[in-house]
Each structure stands twice: as structure tokens, then as C-alpha cells.
């Protein structure tokens, strides 16, 4: 009888549809090992051009394997990225995109669930945080601190799926408040006077200094990766093991991570196969231009497993059996928040030309996210800007309103400085990175656009579908907003009555920016009503639109005076907005007592709180200098941190 079953369960084991033949026997499958790290960009590596940097492991495993020069994070920041790491989908399509919130969503969407039940042994150390109520550690064989392709747990000879992801290059090693105590960076080689800086940043001290530290955990990233190829060589495991070595988004110097610039989303991709299975590698070796993002990196390590592909999957497997037989043509990315800021923005780029569209452009892409301004280098480069003492423009995009379509040539404007999309000899790949970009938020059925509060006690991927919501006209209203022209007043004073809050805040959307290009001047009625709708984020953009249809005092006291505290940060999202609006400073003026009250009352200690916020409101004000915006006390602990160091850490052992 024992004998029975256990035939029956090898029968069952190789029986796996999924399971491609030549990977019958165990010895024959390889292992899959990722090297992750966090918020560094490609140009930050020798072996991408930079000169400036020390890498020899990573530009030696790039020589030896398949680098690619033109990766994408779907997302500039960590949970959203990782979001569509895991699922092998673009995260707005489970509405899994705003950072760093998790929500419903449906089950059994992890791909490591598919490689434990094709005979994989899974692991994580430890780094989850993917935007979903789901347990994260629900796909892995171990998923903590001591996670390790090395465990015991594993059977002799059973292939791997193991993930590593240091912090040691996290923003918060340079988010230090102030430069005072820093290390003495040419120790490690790295000259903050001699470094190349990006062209979109200004040449301040701070930018240098926080940029040389940063180098310096690139080049301790380096020392980390080395640890594993000596761990694997001194294991047996080396001639065995794929590796897989990215960042999560792109970098920490300003207008890097959070943003939809090449800085944001352009990542290190190297990949190393070893001998025995360069086979997989379909033919691919050096530098590689082709497209991929993160949506491809499950589908291609299922690939290289012998697994097929989920059908729901979105990427495209790169390597392996399964790999795709066409080249990708387009590269898509979302953004949906900066913290408290619902401002969503969509990319996509063939490689040379990059489309930016922003669907609410009145909302400048400086609007703090208040971890970030904790960086000298932003401090530094917002109190130049909005000091009054910048004096090139390039460094101040950011914080003005822009135009709801960008496009940019990366080939000859790698710093994306200089938008094309009002040229007339750009109109036709405008029209034609438009028309893709609308076309895929189409179909992948983007949930990225309802509201954060839309998406609370249920399912919304589910909700969408089972009540047959209609996608396609908020996708138009969406569309029509954001490029508002005073003919669509008609169909934004519709939508404001729309059953579906979603449609009615778009249609505030769509006001507000009418009346920020002065192509209205009345004030609708329905407008005034909606600032006392139950739904803070409707309440915030009326309030923001009603403050340039003549009624600024009004829809000002309405950002001030929110309906339940905890919207408070809501309606000061719009404030900020309206703060750096030179024009409408002066109906701010007059209530700054009260934001004078909130910012040293409400709390601060988070990167997010409401007494934050109304800091920033006195920054923008120029009642408050920007190196006190986290307040006295955070000196000492900027002190603390510039002395120390963040550790190469986990270990594989």
C-alpha cells in the first residue's frame, strides 16, 4: 500500500501540465536566484557609464550575462513595483497602485504559488509589501529573516526560487535632514566635487553630497552581490543558479524615485546564466536594447522553470521555452500618489521617444512627499527654487503646473528636459504614443483612477466586473479632463450629478482645470454643492476649482476645515497646490494663523501627518525656512544617521 502511494504521488508530480518535459529529472532544472536592491537607478552603475562608481562584481556578472539597457519599474515606487512583481500585472489592474496602501483584491494572484506546486522550493528575505489585504508570505516556502535558498528545509537536489532584497541603498541612508557629520565620502573613492551630475538637478552641495553617499551604497550593493557568488560557488550551487540582479525603481537623488522620468523608472537588469543553461537564454548575451519590465519578470522565471505562463498575466516571458516570440514594442508605467497627493500619471516609450500624460496637470509633480524632503538635496533644490534665487528654469519644472501630454527623445534629451509635444513635426508619434497609452489602460482595465476611498470594503477588480461598472466612460471623462477645452464644459457639468463618485470627481477634474487655464469664469452650481459631498476627495477638488471660479475665500476655508479630521490631509493636498500658485497666495494669507496653529499642534512625527503638511503650506507661504520643516528635534536624529551605516544585509546563511 505504501509503495502504492507513493507512485501515485510521483505520478501526480510529473503529471503537472504546467511542467515542460525536458525539465523532468530535478538535476535539470535551474535554480533562480534575485539580487533586488532599492532606489537606484541604471546610470548609477559602472557598467551602465558611470564613471564615478567602483562595481567590479555587478560589470563583471553584466559582461558575462545579459544586460539590458532599457528596463522599467512599472512604478517609481517600492509597493506598487513590487505589486506587479509579484502578480506579473500591471498593479493598476487590481488597483494595487497607490503607495503604500494595501488593498482587497482577488486570490491566488502570487506567481511563486506556481513554481512550490511545480516542485520549487520558494524563499523571501524578507521584503513583501505588496498593496494587497492578502498575506503576503502566502507564496513562499519561508518568507522571513532567515529565508534562504540554504535552509534545511529544503531536499537535497530540490531547485530554488529565492529572493534576497538588501536596504542598504534606501533613501533612508541619505535622508538625513542635514549634510553635518557625513562621512568623508573620498574615502571610498567617491569625490562629491568631481561626480557628473543629471542635468535636471542643480549643481547645490547638498545634491552632491546626498548623490556621493548614495554611490557609496551602490558601490556596498556591489560587495553584497559578492557575497552570494562566493556563498553559491563555495555551496556547489554556481554552475546551477540564474541570477537575476535589479533595483525596485529608480534613484534617490531629486526628481528620481517617485517620479515617471527615465530617473524613476529606468533600473540595473542583469541577468547571469550559468553554462549549463545559457541554452535558456534564447541566443541573448552583452548589452541587450530591448524592451522589458516588471510585468515580464514572472512570467520569464516560470519560463525558465518549464512552467507555462498564467494567461492572466500581462508580462511577456524574455527567457526559456515560453519566451515570447516578438519583441515587445512599448514600454508602459503608472504613478498614482506622492503619500497623500491622488495625482495619477501614465508613461509608456518605444525606447527612444517617452510620453508622459498627466491626468490632473494642475497638481505640480513637487507636491511633497514629506519622506523624501527629508534629503538635504531636496531641501536644498525647493529652497532655491521657491527661495527666488533659481536661475535656470529646467530646475523648476517640476514645481509649475505642466502640460497634460509630454513627450520627450531620450536619445537626445536623456534628462528629459525638453518637451516636444506642442512641435508640429512631433504631432504624429504624440498622436501615436497617445492612442497606445489610452489603448492600454483600456486593456488591462486600469482600476488606477477610482478614488482611494472607492476602493475600501470590497473587491474592486471583482466590484468592476460583477456590477458591470462602466469602464469606458470613465475612461473618456478621465481622458477629457485632463486635456479640458471650454466645449466639454457640458459633458463635466453631466458628470457632476453621475451616481458614481469616481465620474463626479473627474468631472471636478475637468473644472479645475478650465478654470486654471481661464477658459470658464462661472461657477456651477453643482460645483458649490459637491464641497459638501461626503467624499473627501470629491470635497478637495471642488473646493480647489470653486477657489478659481470666484469664490477663493470659500472653497479655501473648505480645504482648512474638513468634514472629519481624518480628511484633514486631503483637503491640505489641494491647499498645497494652491500655495504654489503665486496668484492665489494672497486668499491664503489671511487664514495664517490657522495653518500656523496646525503646524505646530497637529502631528508630525510621520512622514505624512497633517502637522507636516501645514509646514509646507508656510514653506510655500515663505513663512517658514525649509530646514525647519521637520522641526528642531530632527537634527540630532540626522546627526545619528549621517554617522552610521546601513548594513549589506540579509545574508544567504
Not at 458614481?500 to 468631472?507: H, S, V
Not at 525656512?625 to 544567504?652: C, Q, S, T, V
Request: include cysteine.
Amino acid at each position: 500500500m505504501k509503495n502504492q502511494s507513493v507512485l501515485l504521488c510521483s505520478a501526480m508530480i510529473y503529471s503537472i501540465p504546467f511542467v515542460n518535459q525536458i525539465y523532468a529529472k530535478e538535476d535539470l532544472r535551474p535554480n533562480i536566484l534575485w539580487l533586488t536592491f532599492e532606489d537606484t537607478s541604471a546610470f548609477e552603475f559602472g557598467c551602465y557609464g558611470n564613471k564615478d562608481v567602483n562595481t567590479p562584481n555587478v560589470d563583471s556578472l553584466a559582461q558575462k550575462g545579459v544586460q539590458f539597457m532599457n528596463a522599467w519599474s512599472v512604478g517609481p515606487q517600492s509597493s506598487p513595483a513590487r505589486s506587479s512583481l509579484i502578480t506579473g500585472c500591471y498593479a493598476p489592474t487590481y488597483g494595487m497602485d497607490v503607495h503604500p496602501v494595501p488593498y482587497d483584491t482577488p486570490e491566488d494572484i502570487f506567481f511563486p504559488q506556481r513554481l512550490r506546486e511545480a516542485g520549487y522550493y520558494c524563499t523571501n528575505n524578507n521584503k513583501t509589501h505588496y498593496n494587497t489585504t492578502l498575506n503576503n508570505k502566502s507564496c513562499w516556502d519561508e518568507c522571513d529573516k532567515k529565508a534562504s535558498y540554504n535552509s534545511p528545509k529544503r531536499k537535497e537536489g530540490q531547485p530554488f526560487f529565492a529572493v534576497f532584497n538588501t536596504v542598504t541603498s534606501h533613501m533612508g541612508r541619505i535622508r538625513t535632514f542635514h549634510t553635518d557629520g557625513r562621512r568623508d565620502y573620498t574615502q571610498e573613492g567617491i569625490y562629491p566635487q568631481l561626480l557628473k551630475l543629471p542635468s535636471y538637478v542643480p549643481d547645490l552641495p547638498e545634491v552632491r553630497s546626498d548623490y556621493a553617499g548614495h554611490l557609496e551604497a551602490v558601490q556596498d550593493v556591489d560587495k553584497w552581490v559578492k557575497i552570494y557568488l562566493d556563498d553559491l560557488k563555495a555551496k556547489g550551487l554556481d554552475e546551477n543558479t540564474i541570477i537575476f540582479f535589479f533595483s525596485d525603481h529608480g534613484g534617490c537623488i531629486p526628481r528620481g524615485k517617485g517620479y515617471l522620468y527615465e530617473s524613476g523608472l529606468r533600473v540595473p537588469l542583469v541577468v547571469y546564466f550559468p553554462e549549463k543553461f545559457k541554452h535558456l537564454a534564447n541566443g541573448m548575451s552583452g548589452k541587450v536594447d530591448r524592451l522589458v519590465n516588471f510585468t515580464d519578470l514572472g512570467p520569464t522565471v516560470l519560463s525558465l522553470a518549464g512552467v507555462k505562463p498564467e494567461k492572466r498575466m500581462q508580462g511577456e516571458a524574455v527567457f526559456g521555452k515560453y519566451a515570447a516570440k516578438e519583441e515587445r514594442k512599448l514600454n508602459f508605467a503608472f504613478a498614482s500618489n506622492q503619500l497623500h497627493h491622488f495625482m495619477p500619471v501614465r508613461a509608456v516609450s518605444d525606447g527612444r521617444y517617452k510620453y508622459i500624460r498627466s491626468y490632473m496637470p494642475y497638481r505640480q509633480f513637487a507636491l511633497r512627499n514629506y519622506y523624501q524632503w527629508g534629503m538635504p538635496s531636496n531641501k536644498a533644490w525647493d529652497k532655491l527654487v521657491l527661495g527666488g534665487h533659481n536661475t535656470n528654469d529646467k530646475w523648476a519644472l517640476t514645481f509649475d503646473a505642466h502640460p497634460a501630454e509630454m513627450l520627450f527623445d531620450l536619445e537626445n534629451d536623456p534628462g528629459e528636459i525638453h518637451d516636444l509635444s506642442s512641435l508640429p513635426q512631433y504631432q504624429d508619434i504624440l498622436n501615436n504614443m497617445r492612442n497606445a497609452l489610452s489603448e492600454h489602460i483600456r486593456s488591462t482595465k486600469d482600476l488606477g483612477f477610482f478614488l482611494p476611498t472607492s476602493r475600501e470594503g470590497h473587491i474592486l477588480y471583482n466590484t468592476v466586473r460583477n456590477e458591470k461598472y462602466p469602464l469606458e466612460e470613465l475612461y473618456d471623462l478621465v481622458e477629457l479632463a485632463s486635456c479640458a477645452k471650454a466645449e466639454n464644459e457640458s459633458s463635466f457639468r453631466k458628470a457632476l450629478s453621475s451616481q458614481y463618485p469616481e465620474m463626479k470627481f473627474w468631472a471636478c477634474v475637468g473644472y479645475a482645470q478650465l478654470a486654471r487655464q481661464e477658459l470658464i469664469s462661472e461657477c456651477p452650481e453643482k460645483l458649490i454643492v459637491l464641497m459638501d459631498d461626503k467624499d473627501p476627495y470629491i470635497v478637495s477638488e471642488a473646493a480647489y476649482a470653486v477657489s478659481y471660479l470666484g469664490h477663493p475665500e470659500r472653497g479655501i476655508k473648505k480645504l482648512l476645515n474638513p468634514a472629519k479630521e481624518e480628511y484633514r490631509k486631503i483637503g491640505y493636498s489641494s491647499l498645497e497646490c494652491l500655495s504654489l500658485d503665486e496668484a492665489m497666495r494672497k486668499y491664503i494669507m489671511p487664514y495664517l494663523d490657522e495653518i500656523r496653529d496646525a503646524a505646530e499642534n497637529l502631528p508630525r512625527k510621520q512622514n505624512e501627518d497633517a502637522g507636516l503638511m501645514a509646514r509646507g503650506i508656510l514653506v510655500n507661504l515663505g513663512e517658514l525656512d525649509i530646514n525647519l520643516l521637520h522641526g528642531k528635534e530632527a537634527y540630532k536624529a540626522g546627526l545619528k544617521l549621517n554617522y552610521g551605516r546601513r548594513p549589506m544585509l540579509p545574508l544567504p546563511y
